[in-house]
């Protein structure tokens, strides 16, 4: 009988015995379905039709484990994420795991029935994966990563060519929850706080928005870069210009003073469980309403739209009293490893 | 509070009617440049109104001098650089503290206290802690050297490149630039050094001096007072933020700070040397001066080519003045702190302003 | 660098304080401010206190400690 230690060792992602062992033992038996019980080099799926939207993301957050949520649910959650904002069901993960040698069982084990019972959640399943291990010290405990597919939602085809001056920008909710929660928890400048990360899949939502309401331009999750980033993407790739009010911008007041207390700008924040939509003027109402009856969008709100440029395009807010400002893409390093 | 800020801005309309031609305050402070930036105020303000940043980043104004010297105990083995995470990106004249991010032995601290801290962490070290910062900053490394004298820890040190307000101000209008009407002046300078202060540059320069706190409504009815002022061909003392400012100031501060530092003459980045305008350990604490104990010079370096964040201090250009501005110079590729400091003059305009 | 934004002070021993902030608790030294007590708002700055806030003048001219007042008032709510 092969030893049964405590942590990771580097013979784990070894492809014998031991790495056997821990897929059987303590990887598959979480995620119960057919694809993956196969256990064979590929999952094989059979899709209800060939239109799908794929993606992928790894995870690298720190630290691991974070009110309202860990890397495991995160991981999850991201990915599902960015199939639901294509406009796509998502209905299956593969899992990737890079673990550092010493790595604990008991963390691994608390990841992996994050990632089952997220997964479970959000209606997909893990039906392929990987184990690999490296040295100590390589790999800060635990990276994940998640490509995702998700089938396309019938007529469904979100996209920045299709935005048009007049279109309002939704917003489903606060922002900076996540970004200031784990900034919170970071050793170094860990404080107490009421905050906690906005981490959860969309997909529910989403789906029951480009099926009920037409005229949703484009959809994007405000993750790394927060809202900032994700309206300069809009500017960007649709050559026109945003303008948005500061008093429409959903923030808890904790966020906003944990922000101040740091000198952190909340739109530089990151978001894991919120997303940004560009929709025709007619729909915003409607999909305002059809947020606000879902857990996960009650604060949604309109909070701009897209204007004439002016000579650049640029994304303009319009400030708390009634002033006027740039808001830029923000440098990378902002947060460091939120997601 | 909106009433308050229309209200505001409708005097500052009609005092600068009233004054006709164009005026220039300058606010002194890093911080109010950037909240009247992210406020949106300079776009709600007559254009005859001027507002000009001046030298009170205290990042912006680090001699390049300095930052090299800081650079040279970066790279040393024995020694843990400590500090605000302000000063990480500043290009020094061969890279800056993040380029050698990859060494380990540079840390960014929230507090001088977390610096000390890290000493008795790693006491096969000497850490070295970055003191940069104005009257507001002092107290907190003041407090912190007396506590590692007490505690007899050895190997804790400072590199003082702490500064004073008032003589820079005073150095700018006895010559660089003269052309300042009214100065708004730095709400938590002045919670440390007390309002009275500025009483000085009143005096003996007959300039309206405004004390103001960091929201718009504070520095909206700050600018209001001078422009009144202006208008009235009145120069006195004010203060808009009474809430946290008093005349006298923090005396307790201002104790600690005179028993620990004496006033030296120093090298700023722009201003050039001004007298009695930067902080030495007194002799009592030398051996937690960083200087005295690597025996390092504080002498003035030479500026990255073609950066004028000299003149961008002394408000004598604006930051698209600069022809490197936007264009080598952005907030990515930094040639200079104005652009690098999360309060530096450039760097608001950068991420502030159009471009287009 | 003169960020420093108003909390109360909800916990104190000799000259070590635990300040709160719309609810994020943060350790601030109140060796500059002798007098400072337990249920004071104070001005934090670079985990000192620095000053003692006039509640009243600041409930007039500040929104944020007005935003931090009626948060104290009320339940966690969403502002904007």
Not at chain 2, 102 to 119: C, F, I, M, T, Y
Request: aromatic share 6%; net charge negative.
């Amino acid at each position: 009988m092969a030893t049964n230690p405590e942590r990771i060792l580097l013979a784990h992602g070894g492809g014998g015995r031991l790495t056997n062992q821990l897929i059987r033992e303590r990887i598959v038996p979480k995620f119960k379905n057919e694809a993956l019980s196969e256990l064979a080099d590929s999952a094989h799926l059979t899709l209800a039709s060939s239109d799908i939207c794929f993606t992928t993301d790894s995870y690298v957050v720190k630290p691991l484990f974070f009110r309202g949520g860990d890397i495991g649910k995160l991981s999850v959650c991201g990915t599902v994420n960015d199939l639901a904002v294509a406009g796509s069901r998502p209905v299956a993960l593969s899992l990737s795991l890079i673990i550092e040698e010493g790595f604990e069982f008991d963390l691994l084990e608390r990841i992996l029935q994050s990632i089952s019972d997220t997964a479970q959640r959000n209606h997909v399943d893990i039906v392929t994966g990987d184990t690999k291990t490296v040295e100590h010290g390589s790999a800060d405990g635990i990276f994940i990563n998640t490509a995702g597919i998700g089938i396309r939602l019938p007529n469904v085809h979100p996209g920045l060519d299709t935005v048009e001056v007049g279109d309002k920008i939704i917003l489903s909710g606060t922002i900076g929850d996540h970004g200031m929660t784990i900034i919170s928890q970071r050793e170094g400048i860990g404080f107490e706080s009421p905050l906690e990360s906005d981490c959860a899949g969309l997909a529910e939502l989403t789906c029951s928005l480009f099926e009920s309401v037409p005229g949703i331009r484009f959809m994007r999750d405000p993750t790394r870069g927060g809202l900032a980033a994700t309206l300069n993407e809009i500017v960007e790739g649709s050559s026109r210009s945003v303008q948005i009010d500061e008093r429409a911008i959903p923030i808890r007041p904790a966020v906003q003073a944990a922000a101040d207390m740091l000198g952190f700008d909340v739109l530089n924040a990151a978001n894991e469980g919120k997303f940004v939509a560009v929709v025709s003027s007619g729909a915003a109402q409607e999909c305002v309403r059809v947020c606000r009856e879902h857990p996960l969008g009650r604060d949604a709100t309109v909070i701009g739209e897209i204007v004439t440029t002016r000579d650049v395009p640029l994304v303009e807010l319009r400030t708390k009293i009634g002033g006027r400002r740039v808001v830029q893409m923000p440098y990378g390093r902002e947060l460091p490893r939120i997601c | 509070m909106l009433d308050r800020i229309a209200n505001a801005q409708h005097a500052i309309d009609e005092a600068c009617r009233a004054i006709g031609r164009q005026i220039t305050i300058m606010e002194v402070c890093g911080t109010h440049t950037v909240s009247i930036f992210r406020s949106g105020i300079r776009s709600v303000l007559p254009d005859t109104l001027k507002l000009l940043s001046g030298p009170g980043c205290p990042v912006c104004v680090t001699d390049q001098g300095y930052i090299d010297t800081v650079m040279g105990l970066a790279d040393r083995d024995d020694c843990v650089i400590a500090t605000y995470g302000d000063m990480i990106r500043v290009p020094g004249s061969d890279g800056s503290l993040e380029s050698r991010a990859s060494k380990g032995n540079v840390r960014v601290v929230l507090s001088s206290e977390d610096a000390l801290q890290l000493a008795r962490e790693s006491p096969d070290k000497t850490v070295v802690f970055v003191a940069v910062g104005f009257e507001t900053t002092t107290p907190a490394t003041a407090v912190v050297v007396r506590e590692t004298a007490a505690e007899g820890i050895g190997n804790f040190c400072i590199l003082s490149g702490h500064k004073l307000v008032i003589p820079a101000m005073r150095a700018l209008l006895g010559g660089m630039n003269d052309r300042i009407d009214g100065f708004l002046c730095p709400g938590h300078v002045s919670v440390i050094i007390g309002s009275g202060a500025f009483a000085e540059i009143v005096r003996d320069f007959r300039r309206p001096c405004v004390v103001a706190g960091f929201e718009p409504l504070q520095i909206i009815e700050g600018l209001a007072e001078i422009c009144q002022q202006l208008a009235a061909g009145k120069a006195e003392l004010k203060s808009v933020y009474k809430a946290v400012v008093t005349e006298k100031g923090n005396t307790a501060a201002q104790q600690i700070i005179a028993e620990c530092f004496d006033p030296a003459d120093g090298y700023w980045r722009g201003l050039g040397k001004i007298a009695k305008s930067t902080l030495v350990l007194k002799e009592r604490y030398a051996r937690f001066d960083a200087f005295r104990r690597f025996g390092l010079e504080d002498k003035p370096g030479k500026e990255n080519r073609g950066c004028r964040c000299g003149e961008v201090l002394c408000g004598l250009i604006d930051p698209i003045q600069c022809p490197l501005f936007g264009t080598r110079c952005t907030t990515d590729r930094p040639v200079g702190p104005c652009m690098v400091s999360s309060e530096g003059t450039c760097a608001a305009w950068f991420k502030y302003g159009r471009r287009g | 660098m003169c960020l420093a934004i108003p909390a109360r002070i909800v916990e104190l021993q000799a000259d070590r304080a635990i300040v709160d902030a719309m609810g994020n608790r943060w350790r601030a030294r109140t060796t500059l401010l002798p007098d400072a007590k337990l249920g004071d708002v104070v001005l934090v700055h670079a985990g000192f206190a620095i000053s003692l806030v006039d509640e009243e003048e600041a409930r007039k001219t500040w929104e944020l400690f007005a935003e931090i007042d009626n948060f104290e008032k009320t339940s966690n709510k969403v502002s904007g």
